[in-house]
């Protein structure tokens, strides 16, 4: 059974910094592509970061580029985002998700969602 499980979100200051983590169960980080999506009220998911599986290829939008680090860790099964000189648009709740064959930023790509972990950033 497939299963991801974010942590690490929280609160707080603008400038600051979070790590989140996924931690994967149910398959390898080397078979799935896992990225990391936000999302606010009203807004369609913004994807932030990918991470293939066989070649560990990254991809970061504009937005997000420069400040936040996608990295897995095969022997823990596990994702992180690390996020710095983080702002207050940064706000929202940020899953992971799992697929093989996907295209990065397309939500609709991805088979396998965490329940989200809620970052804000507000002094």
């Known amino acids: 059974q497939v299963q991801l499980v974010e942590s690490g979100g929280g609160l707080v200051q603008p400038g600051g910094s979070l790590r989140l983590s996924c931690a994967a169960s149910?398959?390898?980080?080397?078979?799935?592509?896992i990225a990391w999506f936000r999302q606010t009220p009203g807004k369609e998911r913004e994807g932030v970061s990918c991470?293939?599986?066989?070649?560990?290829?990254?991809y970061y939008p504009d937005s997000v580029k420069g400040r936040f680090t996608i990295s897995r860790d095969n022997v823990k099964n596990t994702v992180y985002l690390q996020m710095n000189s983080l702002k207050p648009e940064d706000t929202a709740v940020y899953s992971c998700a799992a697929g093989v064959g996907v295209a990065p930023s397309r939500a609709s790509t991805y088979s396998y969602w965490g329940q989200g972990t809620q970052v804000t950033v507000s002094s």
């Open positions: 149910g398959f390898t980080l080397d078979s799935n592509a």
């Open positions: 991470i293939s599986g066989s070649e560990g290829s990254i």
